[in-house]
């Protein structure tokens, strides 16, 4: 079964670092998510991604953040400067259409843990 | 911004006992889906309603969307011990946009 990739599966940073979490959507998938989750609470929605641009973006995501697709594949999340709140799993998603359930798909993971 | 509300927050049961558990909006949804979620991962999709007051099975799991658009329920028959883990309701709005809204989620624990 198709499969969203997620790496690194866990990343610790020294707070005010930039990371550069990557993702592969599944491969026939148009539209992209980032989405997090502080340990024990619910999972966020951060920004949308389809046809090379962000369609919708949350409170969470702002100047700090950016999301890129740099070549057919990969799908990144950058944290420019990292707090301690952002500290979280942070999970990638795609689907193949709009309107979630059309294999709305969710990656494993990475665990950023910001020192 | 739009609020789910699951319930019940946990859920201690014996195996081979049957589940339900909830979820409450104050903003309609056009799709409902509810995942799982074992510790360490991502969620996994189970079961996605589109309709008003459909009803969907997938094994031994059922979920229906409400009638008002503003809810949903998933019930699980005969739980085995890998139903362990965290149930999230999560709705798509009427809006056309792509984005879920998650639930709170409910932790399941099975007691042996």
């Not at chain 1, 491969?27 to 949308?48: A, D």
């Not at chain 1, 999970?91 to 990656?107: I, V, W």
């Not at chain 2, 969620?43 to 009803?55: F, N």
């Amino acid at each position: 079964e198709p499969e969203v990739t997620q790496t690194p599966s866990h990343q610790v940073t020294q707070m005010g670092q930039e990371v550069i979490l990557r993702c592969v959507p599944i491969s026939n998938h148009l539209y992209f998510y980032w989405y997090r989750q502080i340990l024990g609470q619910k999972v966020e929605f951060l920004v949308s991604f389809y046809n090379n641009e962000i369609s919708e973006k949350s409170e969470i995501f702002d100047d700090q953040f950016s999301v890129e697709r740099p070549d057919g594949s990969n799908f990144t999340l950058k944290i420019r400067s990292t707090k301690l709140e952002d500290s979280a799993m942070y999970f990638c998603a795609s689907s193949k259409a709009q309107g979630a359930g059309y294999g709305y798909t969710f990656g494993s993971g990475t665990r950023l843990t910001v020192v | 911004g739009q609020q789910l509300n699951q319930s019940p927050q946990s859920m201690f049961i014996q195996e081979g006992e049957d589940v339900s558990m909830n979820c409450t909006s104050s903003s309609i949804f056009n799709t409902w889906l509810w995942y799982k979620q074992d510790p360490g991962e991502g969620p996994v999709l189970l079961i996605a309603l589109y309709k008003a007051g459909e009803l969907t099975s997938n094994g031994r799991l059922t979920a229906q969307f409400g009638i008002t658009r503003k809810d949903s329920f998933l019930n699980i028959s005969a739980s085995i011990p890998s139903d362990v883990g965290i149930y999230f309701c999560a709705g798509l709005s009427i809006f056309g946009n792509e984005k879920l809204t998650f639930g709170t989620g409910t932790r399941l624990t099975i007691i042996p």
